[in-house]
């Protein structure tokens, strides 16, 4: 082992250690500061209580923010999911002309449209369709900017199942419904978690829209009422905020653990064509 090897080897395990305390004390702080009788943005054993946990539930919108998560979170998911899967399989399966650019735009479009720029023609327009304040709505809107990329990365699984598949299911005399459903489905098992996953995440993170759309704070998902956790001085209220950002992340860390144990974000076995 020359003197230049043992350097390298330092270096990289510093580098390492470095990145894994960047992603590490965030989460330490999150798990230690909901039960800290003084928190702080510092990292310290905490001075263990309950006064936090009782202090966020007191809170009128705590638990009805949760809620409203969780349904424009349901909502917008199975609504990208299922459009996902069958626009994927559509163009995965029907030949036509300009498909690949076709798709190319409607990614371009969903990263640049989406954004900051769409939002005064999509207030003005839910405005006009009288979906203010509704939550059926935003979760459709949701849904609406995030299609082009599910159907995007999830082409790819449905063209990784062999087409020989489904015309032995058809010799059998399944209806499309059921060769989608019980051969196609199936096999693009983990593009379709992992759709769902990806859509559940960026819609229970979403700000903006629901912000936007949703003017009454009993409506408003918990991720617009954070925001508004400061105290009389203007100051972020680290009372209230380490516990409800606590609760506000178990919901996504619950759907990922399921999901991976019954689902699995992997390809099970080998596909022969």
């Not at 003197?3 to 270096?11: A, D, Q």
């Not at 263990?48 to 979170?73: D, G, K, M």
């Not at 699984?157 to 059998?172: G, H, I, K, N, Q």
């Not at 019980?182 to 096999?187: E, G």
Request: aromatic content about 12%.
């Amino acid at each position: 082992m020359s003197p230049l090897w043992i350097v390298r080897r330092i270096g990289f395990y510093v580098l390492i250690t470095v990145v894994l305390a960047f992603f590490a004390v965030p989460m330490l702080w999150l798990a230690s500061a909901p039960f800290d009788a003084k928190p702080g943005l510092g990292l310290r054993w905490p001075d263990w209580t309950l006064r936090n946990v009782v202090a966020t539930f007191e809170h009128p919108y705590t638990l009805t923010s949760l809620v409203n998560s969780l349904v424009l979170c349901v909502v917008a998911t199975v609504v990208t999911t299922v459009l996902a899967a069958l626009a994927a399989y559509a163009l995965s399966r029907v030949r036509i002309p300009g498909r690949d650019l076709l798709l190319y735009l409607l990614l371009l479009l969903s990263s640049v449209v989406t954004g900051t720029a769409a939002m005064v023609p999509i207030f003005v327009m839910m405005l006009q369709l009288g979906l203010i304040n509704s939550q059926f709505g935003t979760a459709l809107v949701i849904a609406g900017g995030m299609l082009p990329a599910a159907i995007f990365i999830l082409k790819d699984f449905m063209d990784a199942v062999p087409r020989s598949y489904e015309e032995s299911a058809r010799v059998f005399g399944a209806s499309p419904r059921q060769v989608l459903a019980h051969v196609v489905l199936p096999v693009a098992r983990p593009g379709v978690a992992t759709i769902f996953v990806w859509a559940f995440v960026n819609a229970w993170g979403n700000f903006l829209l629901p912000f936007l759309l949703l003017r009454d704070v009993g409506q408003q998902p918990a991720a617009v009422l954070l925001r508004t956790l400061y105290d009389e001085g203007g100051s972020a209220n680290l009372t209230v905020i380490p516990v409800f950002s606590l609760l506000y992340s178990i919901p996504v860390v619950v759907l990922y653990l399921f999901v991976s144990k019954r689902y699995g974000f992997r390809f099970h076995g080998g596909i022969k064509s």
